[in-house]
């Protein structure tokens, strides 16, 4: 069974901070790493995506991966209560393959 | 920014019933997909579908289950004989995959309730 695990929360920061999330995967053929958000009742949206190892940044976000740890991460700086959610870590092993998901960790930023 | 849109938002069905939910994906996308989530659970993919044709289904997509292309916009997901625990959120995503690893862009979900 191939996994995707991650704290479910939750992850309370206060405005403004940094929030750190993190997300482990079992399946060493897996190459897309994906962050949805997810508020309650609504459907997941991208948020970013990485492929190689190192980070990527857009805006107030960096994907972190480090394939040879099965690890990747998701920073968010300067955070705001808006950015309270639910993020969800998913990965895949190549193109066009189902993403599989973990279960997520709630975010709350605190004013 | 386009979008893929699903309907109905909400459905409600008794417990033996046959209920579509339709979906009308990006329109320069190849490569579609149907994926739930259960009150509180992760969402857990259901099927794959491209050029006309399944390309992979989990375990959850049995014979009740069948998705088809009727026409060049709408993509459609067919439960025959509904189940109580098939009472979920049901999302669609499409994807273009002209360079690799595309990311999935899903739909605001259609909740169904079985009762």
């Known amino acids: 069974q191939k996994e995707v695990e991650q704290n479910s929360g939750p992850l309370s920061v206060p405005e403004g901070a940094i929030a750190s999330l993190n997300c482990t995967y079992s399946?060493?053929?897996?190459?897309?790493f994906f962050w949805y958000r997810q508020y309650s009742g609504k459907s997941p949206e991208l948020i970013m995506f990485?492929?190689?190892?190192g980070d990527k940044e857009d805006g107030r976000f960096t994907a972190q991966l480090n394939k040879a740890s099965q690890y990747v991460s998701l920073l968010i700086r300067d955070s705001q209560p808006s950015d309270s959610a639910t993020y969800l870590c998913?990965?895949?092993?190549?193109?066009?393959?189902?993403?599989?998901f973990g279960t997520g960790t709630r975010l709350q930023v605190t004013l | 920014e386009p979008e893929v849109t699903q309907t109905p938002s909400h459905q409600v069905t008794q417990m033996g019933q046959e209920v579509i939910l339709r979906c009308v994906p990006i329109?320069?996308?190849?490569?579609f997909y149907w994926y739930r989530q259960i009150l509180g659970q992760k969402v857990e993919f259901l099927v794959s579908?491209?050029?006309?044709?399944?390309?992979?289904k989990s375990e959850i997509f049995d014979d009740q289950f069948s998705v088809e292309r009727p026409d060049g916009s709408n993509f459609t997901l067919k439960i025959r004989s509904t189940k109580l625990e098939d009472s979920a959120m049901y999302f669609c995503?499409?994807?273009?995959?002209?360079?690799?690893?595309?990311?999935?862009?899903f739909g605001d979900g259609t909740r169904l309730s079985i009762l």
């Open positions: 995503a499409s994807s273009v995959e002209i360079i690799s690893n595309q990311p999935q862009h």
């Open positions: 399946d060493r053929g897996s190459q897309s």
């Open positions: 990485i492929y190689s190892n």
């Open positions: 998913a990965v895949n092993t190549g193109t066009a393959s189902k993403l599989t």
């Open positions: 329109s320069n996308h190849l490569y």
């Open positions: 579908f491209y050029n006309n044709e399944i390309s992979e």
